[in-house]
């Protein structure tokens, strides 16, 4: 962005913000006290979020540069010492990794031919941690079904020995992600050779969409991969047609032994109760395709960015202010077990997860879990984020990474961002640097900047 385009948003963004600020402090009490105390720190910390382009600088390098970071991968590795190097310039305190023995799923070479009632080879994504096939393939015909109702009433006599092909319409992530997660087992329960699932996804063009899978223990695993949109209508109406379905299937996927890889952590210490802590964070690994720039490079450094700014401006809380970024959310969470493992003796007063992207920011999720008094602290300090118009405290939230905190009691949160478009390219080829909106991305970094300050530095 040309730097006169930056200072422009900048002095937009702080009249905004000014004019917001004080029509919100009549709201509350609380509200009142914590704007008395923080207005003029909450300004400094979105002003320098706005207009400082160092967090969006190093996101473009981690995606360029470093790439896609699946558990296990070198490339991995090298985001971590990175990340740490990067770390130690800024001056942050305490600044380490943790280890963490991690699944290493390889995908190896995959295809998919259309074999009958035409050929063509179709586009797909073998689904994280599946096993592959024989060297020389699974050919059989494809059964479609639009949901596990439709699988039952086939019954095994339908489906035994056939490509289960699960189309069904997105409805939402969390819903429709059901079919990409255990339908392999659903369908090997009734005697499916493999599966193939309508990428989750509300767009397709032509983009497959992988993900992880979980298999049942006490059912065969079977290989499954994800199509496109555009592949799984064409095959339903094939069979809609009353046309016989054929196709070759062929997927290198192998589980190796676990490999070594870490947690990576930082923190502003606190100048009164540093063992009382509040954490920001997302995981530092992605999926083997694309540059994992929105799933999770952005949560990872827009949480960094947060406390790098909070020690550049001097800003020393009375809790100790954290950043961890997580290895191996994307299939095992492990590093989320491992973090609270290590860290159970600390008190964390809240824990802040950004995996949803980093477009334009609304406020935060609070799980439903929370206390009264832990919801009414942080919607005291929401309309501080007025301005930015991020200022929501909604009814749900939190992550994958921070649910085992949440777990031992700990107030979780997700920053709750605008995902009209996150879903479009979320685990595929597109998830690249250029979907990261410049402004978008500093309202992100000022928003878990001041909630995560306020929140560390609250008498």
């Known amino acids: 962005m040309p730097r006169g385009t930056s200072a422009a948003l900048l002095s937009l963004g702080l009249t905004v913000f000014a004019f917001s600020l004080g029509a919100t402090r009549a709201q509350s009490n609380g509200a009142d006290a914590v704007a008395a105390l923080y207005s003029g720190s909450a300004e400094r910390l979105i002003g320098a979020a706005l207009e400082d382009d160092t967090g969006y600088r190093r996101l473009a390098y981690l995606s360029d540069r470093i790439g896609n970071r699946l558990s296990g991968s070198a490339s991995l590795d090298r985001a971590i010492a990175w990340a740490l190097s990067e770390m130690e310039k800024d001056g942050l305190d305490n600044v380490h990794k943790e280890k963490v023995m991690v699944p290493h799923w390889v995908r190896g070479e995959e295809s998919l031919e259309l074999l009958e009632p035409t050929e063509r080879r179709v586009a797909l994504l073998g689904l994280g941690d599946s096993v592959g096939t024989p060297p020389e393939g699974i050919t059989a015909e494809v059964v479609v079904v639009h949901d596990f109702d439709e699988l039952e009433a086939l019954g095994e006599a339908k489906v035994k020995g056939k490509v289960v092909l699960y189309d069904a319409p997105f409805k939402t992530y969390g819903e429709t992600v059901a079919y990409r997660v255990n339908g392999p087992s659903r369908a090997a329960k009734l005697g499916a050779v493999a599966t193939l699932v309508r990428s989750i996804t509300p767009v397709s063009l032509s983009t497959p969409h992988t993900g992880m899978l979980h298999y049942d223990p006490t059912q065969p695993k079977v290989p499954a991969a994800a199509i496109t949109i555009e592949a799984a209508s064409t095959l339903a109406r094939m069979q809609e047609r009353g046309e016989r379905i054929r196709v070759r299937l062929r997927m290198g996927a192998r589980m190796l032994e676990d490999a070594e890889s870490a947690n990576v952590i930082a923190e502003v210490r606190g100048r009164e109760l540093p063992d009382e802590v509040v954490v920001l964070g997302g995981h530092i690994d992605s999926w083997d395709v694309g540059t994992g720039s929105s799933d999770d490079g952005g949560g990872i450094l827009c949480s960094w960015e947060a406390v790098r700014l909070v020690k550049k401006l001097g800003l020393r809380p009375r809790r100790t202010l954290r950043v961890v970024l997580w290895t191996n959310e994307e299939n095992g969470t492990r590093g989320a077990k491992a973090y609270r493992e290590a860290h159970a003796s600390e008190k964390h007063v809240l824990a802040i997860e950004s995996d949803s992207g980093v477009a334009r920011p609304f406020g935060f999720g609070m799980a439903k879990e929370a206390s009264p008094k832990a919801r009414e602290r942080v919607s005291s300090i929401a309309p501080l984020l007025a301005g930015i118009g991020a200022d929501r405290i909604g009814p749900n939230g ?55 300050y306020v929140s560390a530095d609250l008498p």
């Open 398 to 452: 939190g992550g994958a990474d921070v649910e085992p905190l949440g777990k031992d009691g700990a107030p979780i949160m997700g920053l709750d961002v605008d995902e009209t478009h996150y879903f479009d390219w979320h685990h595929t080829e597109a998830d690249t640097f250029d979907k990261i909106d410049r402004l978008s991305f500093g309202r992100c970094v000022a928003s878990m900047a001041v909630m995560g």
